[in-house]
């Protein structure tokens, strides 16, 4: 099993910044589930693949809505994942998970094996 849990969503400006992290737990975590990734989902819409990141921090991907503008980060010492998020847009509003699975391209392409609860991030104009 894999434990998640999100924070450091909240109401930010246009062109702000916020700070989002996950912090993971579980036996699955630490054999297997090692990479992580987040997600997003703004109303009427489905579920998108945000940005991974693999176990060492040497493989990132991006979505490239979010290319230049966010940056995932890691720090396996505190089993925890940062996402870095500059120059917020409106589109940007959506409640983001944060996930774990076996692989970056896995959660690139397939999604997540784990995932929190989820974290708001509101951006107004």
């Known amino acids: 099993q894999v434990q998640l849990v999100e924070s450091g969503g909240g109401l930010v400006q246009a062109g702000g910044s916020l700070r989002l992290s996950c912090a993971a737990s579980?036996?699955?975590?630490?054999?297997?589930?090692?990479?992580m990734g987040w997600f997003r989902q703004a109303p009427g819409k489905e579920r998108e693949f945000v940005a991974a990141?693999?176990?060492?921090?040497?493989?990132?991907d991006y979505a490239d809505s979010v290319k230049g503008r966010f940056t995932i980060s890691r720090d396996n010492a505190k089993n925890t994942v940062y996402l870095q998020m500059n120059s917020l847009k409106p589109e940007d509003t959506a409640v983001y998970y944060c996930?774990?699975?076996?692989?970056?391209?896995?959660?690139?392409?397939?999604?997540?094996?784990?995932w929190g609860k989820g974290t708001l991030v509101t951006v107004s104009s």
């Open positions: 996930g774990a699975g076996s692989s970056t391209a896995t959660l690139r392409d397939y999604g997540m094996s784990y």
């Open positions: 579980g036996r699955a975590f630490s054999s297997y589930y090692i990479a």
């Open positions: 990141i693999s176990w060492s921090g040497g493989t990132t």
